[in-house]
């Protein structure tokens, strides 16, 4: 068994039985490049379709309110949240990470909305 077999082996083994929600939470918890304050500001918006990437990258979290009343574009973008804060998404660009949720601007969302 090679390195990388055994590596997924182990992570199957850890995920067994836990919901996705589960999954991110403690992939988010364990993560090293993320600060402790930013983890528990990420935690708010982790919903089940929520997941962790690797370099300390969490996509999929739910929007608050604040930010679907910005614009009516926020529909066509997804939020995200790294070490540096949150921002929007599409699958081909994102904007700059903003300390919270709502300090995203209307111009970032409707320019991030247009490249989906």
Do not use: W
Not at 9 to 32: A, N, P, V
Not at 46 to 61: A, D, F, N, Q
Request: charged share 35%; proline share 3%.
């Amino acid at each position: 068994m090679t390195l990388t077999e055994e590596k997924n082996r182990i992570l199957e083994l850890m995920t067994e039985g836990k919901s996705k929600f589960q999954q991110c939470k403690d992939s988010l918890m364990r993560s090293k490049s993320i600060p402790k304050e930013m983890k528990e500001e990420i935690l708010k918006y982790i919903v089940g379709g929520s997941t962790y990437h690797e370099g300390g990258r969490v996509h999929g979290l739910s929007k608050p309110n604040v930010l679907r009343e910005k614009s009516n574009k926020s529909d066509g973008v997804s939020m995200g949240a790294d070490k540096k804060g949150f921002y929007v998404y599409t699958h081909r660009a994102r904007s700059k990470s903003k300390p919270t949720p709502d300090k995203i601007t209307v111009t970032e969302i409707e320019f991030i909305e247009s490249t989906g």
